[in-house]
Nanobody, 120 residues
């Protein structure tokens, strides 16, 4: 059974930092592309960052590029999102997503999310 559990969210002042964590289980983590998404109130869910299986390739949305770093530890089945210089517009529920299975037939699995609130 695939499980993704996010943690590390909370209330932070503008300019502050947070490190989000996602603990994964129930699938071959090292073979799965992992991503962070976020959804602000009243808005669609959007990709924040993604990391390929080995961790050597990452991608970021323009909104967080230069302020955030995604990383993974395949030995611990963990993926992280370090966010710096946080802005009020970063306020959202942040979700961890795993792409499990072959590229042409895999499935997406989601965690329940962790709330990040950035005060001005």
């Amino acid at each position: 059974q695939v499980q993704l559990v996010e943690s590390g969210g909370g209330l932070v002042q503008s300019g502050g930092s947070l490190r989000l964590s996602c603990a994964a289980s129930g699938f071959t983590f090292s073979s799965s592309v992992m991503s962070w998404y976020r959804q602000a109130l009243g808005k669609e869910r959007e990709l924040v960052a993604a990391i390929m299986t080995s961790g050597s390739t990452t991608t970021y949305s323009d909104s967080v590029k230069g302020r955030s770093t995604i990383s993974r530890d395949n030995a611990k089945n963990m993926v992280y999102l370090q966010m710096n210089s946080l802005k009020p517009e970063d306020t959202a529920v942040y979700y961890c997503k795993a792409r499990v299975g072959p590229p042409d037939s895999g499935m997406n699995y989601w965690g329940k999310g962790t709330l990040v609130t950035v005060s001005s």
